[in-house]
């Protein structure tokens, strides 16, 4: 286990950008964290490592958003392991692309066994502890 401690939304986004080096196609990493943790800017941070152009915004309303390397989910709003079947989600964790997954605990029966994960937790102002 290593942790981190960043001081600004930045710092988080480098660390993600080096974090995501090690990632290899098809992997998939949850992201855990409380609301307004971090979990998103660590995607943001992980899409500029992988060589992500665009701007890489939260899915909360699309469930999961497709970048040329990667997708991003936020099953915060997925209802039922159902509806995420019903999306498609097994294929996009089959497609051999790098999966990050925010609210995972929504969707556990569909995810491999073999999930890396980064926890994210607020320290105090600006200030956020990762733990991988
Ligand atoms: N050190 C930090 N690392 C990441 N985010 C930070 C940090 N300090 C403050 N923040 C703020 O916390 C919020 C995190 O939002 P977001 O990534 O959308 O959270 P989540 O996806 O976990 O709900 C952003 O407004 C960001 O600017
Ligand atoms: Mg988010």
């Known amino acids: ?7 600004s939304p930045e710092e988080t986004r480098s660390w993600a ?3 995501a080096k090690q990632l290899s196609p098809g992997d998939v990493v949850l992201l855990e964290g409380e609301m307004g943790a971090g979990k998103t800017v660590l ?19 699309a469930y999961v958003n497709s970048y040329a390397p ?14 995420a079947e019903e999306l498609g ?3 996009y964790f089959d497609a051999g692309r790098i999966c990050l997954v925010e609210w ?8 491999p066994a073999d999930c890396k994960k980064i926890l994210i937790r607020k320290r105090g102002d600006g200030e956020r502890e990762i733990v991988t």
Do not use: K, W
């Not at 995607?43 to 309303?61: C, K, W």
């Not at 990667?70 to 509806?83: A, E, K, L, P």
């Open 1 to 7: 286990m290593a942790t981190f401690l960043s001081h």
């Open 17 to 19: 950008e080096q974090y």
């Open 43 to 61: 995607a943001q941070g992980i899409a500029r490592g992988l060589g992500v152009e665009e701007d890489v915004l939260s899915p909360t309303y």
């Open 70 to 83: 990667m997708f991003h989910f936020d099953c915060y709003r997925i209802g039922s392991v159902r509806q």
């Open 89 to 91: 989600f097994a294929d």
């Open 104 to 111: 995972s605990e929504n969707i556990a029966p569909l995810l």
